[in-house]
């Protein structure tokens, strides 16, 4: 009898759960993001991918790009620090339209600058101090790296897909670990994209005018990242059935010409930057007080964050296995060589 993939994706996450990982954003957060999404894989997702083997090196992972941050290589910081939050208010203050943004990375970045310069009485001055990595002049560049991965990933599972028919198993098991690499990896960022203040200007605290007098301190952010949900006991298991199974981005081509799987990730985030102004209230009203466990309506807030996090990492990972054809090249290279090593018999 055939198990379910559902099934088997659910008994893979399960055996990966244990009760010192499930208590922080900051870490485990990630992790169940990760969890999540291998729920949510349909029948035609490859089996491989959801071992309870290869499931525990996807969730492990998640926190690859944050153990970058760690490091004490400015150049390395310079690097990897911008990918993981998109100020989405910045581009209005800039003059720029979100809907328009290009897809190629150094063509925004190139458009931002001068845009910024053209408006810079709408930002806060640059201060060397506080900029040690030389990455205060950008919104930060979130979509871009969501994008980025998926490319990656699709060609990961174009070689796999293509070592899978012509490659030996060595090659299979080499290609099939990159991928989940690449998986893993992309969910970091996609789950920093369910969180409110990683797509925002506000991500420490309220700045500037504050009106109706929300939070401005700057534990906030490390608050809603681990200390909630470790206040308030979530934990991936009890949200696994609440996940609803993934469903694929579209990749036909648009009008303007512009990446579709890109314009995906930005209304991703533009959805997540809605929930800023609500989470905020939270914290005032008490729901999501700083340092007070949450209360039922605080905890629901965090619950819908993660697991859209996880279906829409769920839903790239299957859009990128179903339109990962056959590397090409890959495959004549082996062909040529299986030819040479095996010839014909006369």
């Excluded at 208590?23 to 071992?51: C, I, K, Y």
């Excluded at 839903?315 to 090409?328: E, I, K, N, Q, V």
Aim: with cysteine; proline share 8%.
């Amino acid at each position: 009898m055939k198990i379910p993939l559902r099934l088997l994706a659910i008994a893979a996450v399960a055996a990966v759960l244990s009760p010192s990982r499930l208590h922080a954003w900051g870490a485990e957060g990630h992790e169940m993001v990760n969890q999540l999404a291998l729920s949510s894989l349909p029948a035609d997702f490859p089996r491989w991918a959801l071992t309870p083997a290869n499931a525990r090196q996807v969730v492990f992972l998640a926190n690859e790009p944050d153990f970058l941050r760690d490091s004490k290589d400015r150049m390395m910081l310079h690097a990897a620090t911008v990918d993981h939050d998109f100020d989405l208010e910045e581009i209005a203050d800039a003059g720029m339209d979100v809907a328009t943004l290009s897809p190629f990375r150094y063509e925004f970045a190139v458009q931002f600058a001068a845009a910024r310069a053209a408006h810079v009485a709408n930002f806060r001055p640059i201060e060397p101090q506080y900029n040690g990595n030389h990455t205060a002049g950008f919104p930060g560049f979130l979509p871009w790296t969501i994008a980025e991965y998926y490319g990656q990933l699709q060609q990961a599972f174009s070689c796999v897909k293509t070592f899978e028919k012509y490659g030996t198993p060595d090659e299979v098991a080499g290609a099939r670990a990159n991928a989940l690499w690449i998986m893993a990896v992309m969910g970091h960022f996609v789950g920093d994209g369910s969180q409110p203040l990683h797509v925002s200007k506000y991500f420490y605290g309220w700045t500037g005018p504050n009106p109706k007098g929300y939070v401005s301190r700057g534990g906030w952010h490390g608050w809603i990242d681990s200390g909630a949900i470790e206040k308030a006991g979530i934990t991936a298991a009890e949200l696994l059935p609440r996940v609803r199974p993934a469903v694929p981005v579209s990749v036909a081509p648009r009008p303007d010409g512009r990446d579709p799987v890109f314009v995906a990730v930005v209304d991703y985030l533009k959805a997540t930057n809605l929930q800023l102004i609500p989470l905020y209230q939270l914290e005032k009203d008490g729901p999501l007080r700083m340092g007070v466990p949450p209360t039922a309506e605080g905890r629901a807030f965090i619950d819908d964050r993660l697991l859209d996090g996880g279906e829409m990492l769920g839903s790239l990972w299957l859009t990128a296995w179903r339109h990962a054809g056959p590397d090409y090249y890959l495959q004549s290279r082996l062909l040529r060589r299986n030819a040479a090593t095996h010839p014909a018999a006369p």
